[in-house]
């Protein structure tokens, strides 16, 4: 009995996390009582725990869930007259198209978008994220521009899980400035952005991915991991179920989480272990083969402390030092996307926010319209010389325009130029 209402008073204060200017924890996050213990056939197994464990705030002492996001708010305040309601259903309309069809991208993303009434009227981008990877979602004014940042209450940030061919399950939103969410599983995602309406603002969105947990050996990266998760142990019998960093002898393991020591001891094959538990993501993290441990039962670390000194005891014994680091959620994870993540930078868009805040003319005789930014993306038009074009993004030196007949695409900064201000200049002309 004591277990199950633990278990519920974790789940709730899990869901309470994913709320609005939190990071929330993905699918799956924490595992019912009777898995907290469950191991694996590669490591050591997770050990029942007799340690004191901090208890959390039972349900009754909890706030009450919040039933209605920021957007749903909003889209209750829509209707009235005939006009509004007819606005209302065209914005909703737009907000599920902008789920149905959003834009693939690889992150990190970077682009100025200027929302508006004539301009784009909201943005979506789909991506894929690992289990333990976070992206961040950050809308500020664009640099160089008015300081002034545009209103955060009229911007509606909400990510989903929308998996092809099956219907957008959304799992974090936010308004304002961004949000930001962590993948409980492996999935493609879609970040819709769209504004209220008569909102008017460009605005310059970076979206990045970045690893939820800190790396667990001192003053090393990725490039220290020798053994990965899943390789093959004892002739293929078994599989190893985390990484391998490599330390010279002596090296802080750190925890890579906030967390509390749930066991510290020895084993045949781990050697001197550390268990750590992570309650809000519901983890138990795994330190193997130290030299000695520095923690004791019972004791809460922070991101960053040192929980012992990296060696080769257990089974690694004769080997070079090195730390096994392992993960387990609903059985061992791969620890790697939680504590690395690739890293890649986004294009600088080449034009200004006050650029694409007036229209283009086509400069080039033809000027293909492509499905995405890129020389090889499939061509959706071809304006010619001439062709006035509306703005809407900034990917790099591509720009995301809308034609006179509603046809939106992307097309090389290049091939454009802005439009006179004065209608009765010369056409537009370059070379070739």
Partial sequence: MQRSRLHAALLAAASLLAGPGCDGIGRGALPPPSQWAQGSASEDPPPSSSSPTPSPAAPDELPPPSFRTPREAYEATLGGDARASSNAAAWRSEGTA?????????????????????????ASYAFTLRQGQRVRVELRAPEGDDPTEPPSDAMFVDLHAAEPDAIAQPVAHADGAGLAYEAGADGRFVLRLQPALHYDHTVRVAVRVEPSLAFPVLGKDRRAVQSFFGAPRDGGRRAHHGIDIFAPRGTHALASADAVVTHVGQSKRGGNVVWLRDLPRGLNIYYAHLARPLVEPGQRVAAGDPVGEIGNSGNARGGKPHLHFGLYRHGP???????????????APRLTAEAIDRPHVVRRSSAPLREAPGPRESIVATPGRGAVVTPLAVHGQWLRVRLDDATEGWISSRMVQPAPSDPTEASPTAPG
């Fill in 333 to 347: 994870v791969d620890p790697l996307p939680f504590v690395h993540t690739r890293r890649r930078t986004a294009p």
């Fill in 98 to 122: 902008l789920l149905q069809q959003p834009q693939e991208v690889q992150l990190p993303l970077l682009e100025l978008v200027a929302f508006g009434r004539t301009a784009a009227r909201g």
